[in-house]
Structures are given as C-alpha cells and as structure tokens.
C-alpha cells in the first residue's frame, strides 16, 4: 500500500519505518526540515534501538523516503496517516492545533479519494473535527462530491520498545464508520500479527479515540497506586518491593506496572491523563480516579526530591554547599526522550534550594543541556559525576546503573548516600558497603 506519514516524530517515524519494513511504500513527510535533512543523510534525529537498522535497509530498497514536501505525500498516497503532536493545552486540553492544520492541508491538496487516519491521541470526537476541516477546504475548491474516509488508529508502542511493540503488537486499534475501510486495515496490519494471533479489532471511531485514553490512564493509575502505598510503606516500615510482589502474584493483579517510583513522566502519561478528565469535565462528568492519579503523581514527584532535600536539612548541612549527582535523565531507560521527565521536576526542585546539581545520562544528555542550560554540571560519565558530590540521586533505571562500582562511588563521593528514586540496587548490600541508603517506599521515611 502506498502510505503517507505526517509528522516524523517518536511515533511518525517508527510508524512509517515499520510500515515500509512489511512492504508498504512509505513517505515520511515533516514540516522540521532539519529533521528531515538528518534522516535524508541516514541520521536518525531520535534514539530508539533497532530504528536505525530499519530505517536504512528500506530506504536502500526505495521503499522509505522522506520530505518536508506535503503534497508529494498527499498525492501520491491513498493512505495518509496524522501523526502530529498533541500537547496540552493551557486549559488541561489536547492541544488540536497540529492535527487540524494537516487535516486542511490534506483538504486544499488531496485530488482523489483518501483514508485520513488520525494516529496521533486525540480526544473523543476529532475525528468527526478533521472530517469537518477536510470537508471545509474541499469545498472551498467546489470539491464538495470528493469522498474521503476518516480512521481512528490510535498508537500504543512504548518508546525503548518501539520495534518491538509495533512489529508485533498486543492489538491494533481501529475506528472507521466504513466496512471497506475496516478490511483494508486488517490488510495493512494482518503482517504484524499473523504469527501472535492477536486482534486488530475493529470498532467504531469514538470508541476507538478513547479506548487510547482509557488504557492510558488505567497505566496511570496502577502507577500511582504503587506510588501513594510507597509513602505509606516509608511510613510503616514496610518494603513496596515485596508488597509488590505480595501482590502481583496475583493473576487478577499482575506484576506489571507496579513499580513506585519519582513519578510517571513522559509525553504521554501526563497530558494524556488531564485530556481525559478535561473531556469529561466538559461533559459535566468529574472523572474522580483519573483526578486522583494526577494529584498522587505531582506529590510523588516532589516526596523524592523532598526526600533528599530533608535529609540534608536534618544533617543541619548549608544546602548551598550540597553538590548532588544525578544518574539519568530520561523520562524511562533505553529513550533519548526527557519530555516531563520525572528528572527535570527533581532537579529544579533540588536547585530552588540553592543544591548544585551535577548530571549524566547514558542517551539524553543533548536533550537535557537543551533543557537545563547551564544550571548544572554535565558529566562523561557515571562515574565522573560522582565526584565531590554529597549524595546520588538514581532517577533513571538505565541498566549501567544497576551493578556499580561501589568502592569506586566511594572513593569519588563526598559522602556515600544513595537515594534510589527507581530501587534497583539491593538495599542490603549496599549498606554493607558503608552506603546511607534510602529507596522509595523501603521503609525510610525522612
Ligand atoms: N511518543 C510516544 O511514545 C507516543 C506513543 C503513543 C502515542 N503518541 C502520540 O502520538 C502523537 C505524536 O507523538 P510523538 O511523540 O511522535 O511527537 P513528536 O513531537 O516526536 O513528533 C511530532 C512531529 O510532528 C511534526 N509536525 C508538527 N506539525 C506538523 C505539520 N503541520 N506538518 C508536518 N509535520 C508536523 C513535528 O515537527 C514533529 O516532528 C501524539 O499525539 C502522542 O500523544 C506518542
């Protein structure tokens, strides 16, 4: 099929990549053209593993291209697919304006039938909203008898695993008012699950458009359950790492998402959670669990870094003499991703206190100086950036930092605490090893 991919982001591309890989002819069109002057040169603008090798072996085989030229893609293909940030809006809303733009550009260039998907989260009804922008421009051109369809196909790979996520998908979301269309999409996709037998399930466009949001914030909630119980276990001396395995055994439960943490991050999780509560509200409806999720997920960003923070006030330290290290950056491991990144909340926390910050990431350094500019020290390594400082902050679960050198941190710290905001390091151990160690919900309040 021939395919048209608007917008070449974490989504857009690897989308467009995967397509391409089963076959498809692809064009991934985006209006960055420094982006898409990187990837016409085989550099890939993101880090995502197994991306790369995708990407050039079907541009080599002709079946990927890319262009900041919409019409090329519009023209060319029967197929195209919006794949465009929805960020959140002041109001707590998804920001639309993106997505309906492309809808109007596909409007005042589209010459034939076309399928428009809305891949891109987007709230309940903008389907019927690009229909409306479409239909707006074609007429505009007396081109009111032009057909197109319009398709919910909401994404739900993860980054780090994006490969592996779209290539074989647990199941495939699709929205569409139209048998035929319906068909064509089980076609499209059938080369994805044909050997896991899952579902591509096919339903109707509104259901579709929130079965995304559902999902994400059910995600959510699991999360900032664990998070609220972890403060509790801080509390009472419990350990939510055995709770946790208390519970997940249970197969109505599962073990996963069920990790507590700094806080969920991303640029999904967050506003895909206030969009929701946002549609609601605006039907008079207040979505208490999801409001609940959010409020547990901002103070479970500031109980990490207040952690830390208590600690050096309890030890009646000049906290501007505090120099702190932070091991990662970004919002989960194996992402150059830092959007809402649990990291930035700790680390502007800990610099309003007047803490020198200290930082090093494996992948999302580049996006982080772009963040945080000078304010803090960029380190080489996971080493280098112990140096002098009076306390680690683990904010990121990259694999490199489970298994240290312990007698190595010590040589370079200042002093040798440790406060794991993910608990990957066995807290038995490593105060065996002379560490002042605190977890999240491991039984240390402070
Ligand atoms: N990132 C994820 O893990 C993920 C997962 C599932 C769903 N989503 C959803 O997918 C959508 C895209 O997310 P993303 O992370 O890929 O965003 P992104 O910011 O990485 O990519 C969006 C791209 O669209 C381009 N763009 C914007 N307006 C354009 C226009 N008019 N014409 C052409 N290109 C345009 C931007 O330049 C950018 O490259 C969002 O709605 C997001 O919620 C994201």
Redesign the pocket.
């Given at each position: 099929m021939k395919i048209c991919m608007?917008?070449?982001?974490?989504?857009?591309l690897v989308t467009g990549a995967c397509f391409s890989e089963m076959g498809n002819d692809v064009i991934c069109?985006?209006?960055?053209t420094e982006?898409i002057e990187m990837l016409k040169k085989g550099i890939v603008p993101?880090y995502e593993p197994g991306l790369k090798e995708i990407i050039e072996r079907n541009v080599q085989g002709g079946r990927l291209n890319f262009t900041t030229n919409?019409a090329e893609g519009v023209v060319k293909c029967q197929i195209c697919f919006i794949?465009?940030?929805?960020p959140q809006d002041k109001d707590g809303s998804a920001d639309l304006k993106?997505v309906l733009?492309?809808a109007r550009?596909i409007g005042t260039l589209m010459e034939s039938y076309k399928i428009i998907v809305d891949?891109?989260?987007?709230p309940v009804g903008t389907a019927e909203k690009v229909r409306e922008a479409v239909k707006d421009e074609l007429s505009k051109r007396n081109l009111d008898n032009l057909e197109f369809d319009v398709v919910s196909n909401?994404?739900?790979?993860?980054?780090g695993n994006?490969i592996q996520d779209f290539m074989r998908p647990e199941r495939v979301i699709v929205g569409t008012d139209n048998v035929r269309t319906g068909a064509l999409f089980k076609e499209l996709y059938d080369p994805f699950v044909t050997t896991t037998n899952n579902p591509v399930l096919i339903m109707d466009i509104k259901s579709a458009e929130l079965t995304?949001y559902a999902s994400n914030a059910f995600l959510a909630t699991k999360v900032s359950f664990m998070n609220e119980l972890s403060i509790l276990c801080d509390k009472v001396g419990a350990d939510i790492s055995q709770v946790r395995e208390g519970m997940g055994t249970d197969s109505r439960i599962g073990p996963r998402f069920l990790l507590a943490g700094p806080g969920y991050g991303?640029?999904?999780f967050p506003?895909?959670v206030v969009a929701l509560i946002h549609t609601a509200g605006s039907l008079g409806q207040s979505l208490e669990i999801c409001k609940a999720t959010h409020r547990a997920n901002e103070k479970q960003k500031a109980y990490f870094a207040e952690k830390i923070i208590n600690y050096y006030v309890e030890q009646k330290a000049d906290l501007s003499k505090v120099v702190i290290a932070i091991w990662g950056l970004t919002f989960k491991p194996k992402t150059d991703?830092i959007r809402e990144a649990p990291a930035l909340d700790v680390i502007a926390r800990l610099l309003e206190k007047g803490i020198q910050v200290r930082v090093f990431d494996p992948i999302g350094m580049d996006n982080a100086r772009a963040e945080l500019g000078d304010s803090v020290f960029y380190a080489k390594d996971n080493y280098e950036v112990l140096e002098g400082a009076h306390g680690l902050a683990v904010v990121t679960e990259w694999n490199l930092f489970k298994s240290p050198d312990f007698e190595r941190m010590k040589e370079l710290m200042s002093k040798p605490v440790v406060f794991d905001g993910r608990n990957i390091l066995n807290a038995t151990d490593i105060k065996s090893k002379g560490f002042t160690y605190f977890g999240i919900g491991r039984g240390n309040d402070c």
């Amino acid at each position: 099929m021939k395919i048209c991919m608007i917008g070449t982001g974490y989504v857009g591309l690897v989308t467009g990549a995967c397509f391409s890989e089963m076959g498809n002819d692809v064009i991934c069109i985006d209006e960055n053209t420094e982006k898409i002057e990187m990837l016409k040169k085989g550099i890939v603008p993101i880090y995502e593993p197994g991306l790369k090798e995708i990407i050039e072996r079907n541009v080599q085989g002709g079946r990927l291209n890319f262009t900041t030229n919409l019409a090329e893609g519009v023209v060319k293909c029967q197929i195209c697919f919006i794949a465009v940030g929805t960020p959140q809006d002041k109001d707590g809303s998804a920001d639309l304006k993106y997505v309906l733009q492309v809808a109007r550009q596909i409007g005042t260039l589209m010459e034939s039938y076309k399928i428009i998907v809305d891949k891109s989260t987007v709230p309940v009804g903008t389907a019927e909203k690009v229909r409306e922008a479409v239909k707006d421009e074609l007429s505009k051109r007396n081109l009111d008898n032009l057909e197109f369809d319009v398709v919910s196909n909401p994404e739900f790979l993860k980054e780090g695993n994006a490969i592996q996520d779209f290539m074989r998908p647990e199941r495939v979301i699709v929205g569409t008012d139209n048998v035929r269309t319906g068909a064509l999409f089980k076609e499209l996709y059938d080369p994805f699950v044909t050997t896991t037998n899952n579902p591509v399930l096919i339903m109707d466009i509104k259901s579709a458009e929130l079965t995304k949001y559902a999902s994400n914030a059910f995600l959510a909630t699991k999360v900032s359950f664990m998070n609220e119980l972890s403060i509790l276990c801080d509390k009472v001396g419990a350990d939510i790492s055995q709770v946790r395995e208390g519970m997940g055994t249970d197969s109505r439960i599962g073990p996963r998402f069920l990790l507590a943490g700094p806080g969920y991050g991303g640029s999904c999780f967050p506003k895909d959670v206030v969009a929701l509560i946002h549609t609601a509200g605006s039907l008079g409806q207040s979505l208490e669990i999801c409001k609940a999720t959010h409020r547990a997920n901002e103070k479970q960003k500031a109980y990490f870094a207040e952690k830390i923070i208590n600690y050096y006030v309890e030890q009646k330290a000049d906290l501007s003499k505090v120099v702190i290290a932070i091991w990662g950056l970004t919002f989960k491991p194996k992402t150059d991703d830092i959007r809402e990144a649990p990291a930035l909340d700790v680390i502007a926390r800990l610099l309003e206190k007047g803490i020198q910050v200290r930082v090093f990431d494996p992948i999302g350094m580049d996006n982080a100086r772009a963040e945080l500019g000078d304010s803090v020290f960029y380190a080489k390594d996971n080493y280098e950036v112990l140096e002098g400082a009076h306390g680690l902050a683990v904010v990121t679960e990259w694999n490199l930092f489970k298994s240290p050198d312990f007698e190595r941190m010590k040589e370079l710290m200042s002093k040798p605490v440790v406060f794991d905001g993910r608990n990957i390091l066995n807290a038995t151990d490593i105060k065996s090893k002379g560490f002042t160690y605190f977890g999240i919900g491991r039984g240390n309040d402070c």
